[in-house]
């Protein structure tokens, strides 16, 4: 019977600081943190630009319980000095709860329609805040101070965290099935097309 064993390493060899392996295994960690990064700035860019896409398609994204499970981890909200809130990962059904309560809303300066908090941040020493909002008609992406249902920045803070927590409720876990972000826009954006094609 064959026997497996390591062997030995010579007295008179140097034994390496780092080995191969795990040289190799600090380099796959590297290349997946760099993955999840750049995952992350691509989902904060599509949430960015989707808005009016997810507005006009309310209806369609709540009756698509896979859709409405959508799992949105783009929401980021900063305080100056003392690091960024622990913001939960929102279900896209959710976010599209969140956005009815007018504390989450913004008038845009481009159109004047209702624009919608996609995150922010601010300082707790003065309170004031910058909202990040994208318009739901125009598409046009703004910082702003001021909501429809204002607040100072750790009250903002607080109730983002809070809203998002009751908005997810009912939707399931997020262990449950549910579409990328990625599928979600190209589905609805094929459909609204196709909805084109067969208009003209």
Known sequence: ?????????PYDVEMP?????????????RAIADIYKARKKRHERILRESVPLFIRNRDRICADIEMARCHIDGIR??????????????FLGGLLR???????????????????????????LSGVKNVAMTCGSCGHQFGSST???????TSFG?????SINVSNQGLGSMEDESLPIENVVHTLQLEEYNAQQKEA
């Open 77 to 90: 909200f900063g305080l100056a000095y003392t690091g960024a809130w622990d913001v939960p990962v929102a």
């Open 17 to 29: 600081t780092v080995s191969n392996d795990q040289q190799a295994l600090h380099m796959e960690e």
């Open 158 to 162: 607080n109730a983002l965290v809070t």
């Open 1 to 9: 019977m064959e026997e497996h064993y390591y062997r030995r390493m």
């Open 98 to 124: 969140l956005w009815e309560n007018p504390a989450f809303q913004g008038e845009c300066p481009k159109c004047h329609e209702t624009a919608y908090c996609i995150g922010g941040g601010g300082s707790p």
């Open 147 to 153: 909501t429809k249902a204002d607040m100072n920045v």
